[in-house]
């Protein structure tokens, strides 16, 4: 498993690792709840038709 020092880094990797082939057309939406310094409800969107993106939810 990675290990990432920061949220924005933790928040690249996992839409980096997002993969629409295998997606089949289908969009994503993923909210969570990060503890620890910078801790925050947080999301990350992603799909063919939706922006990758995260960020405070």
Known sequence: MPSH???DEFLRSYLQR???EKAGGMNSVVQMKL???GGSPYYAEAGP???RR???A
């Open 18 to 20: 997002f993969n629409p």
């Open 5 to 7: 020092q920061t949220i």
């Open 49 to 51: 038709r939706a922006e």
């Open 35 to 37: 503890t620890g310094e």
């Open 54 to 56: 995260g960020g405070y």
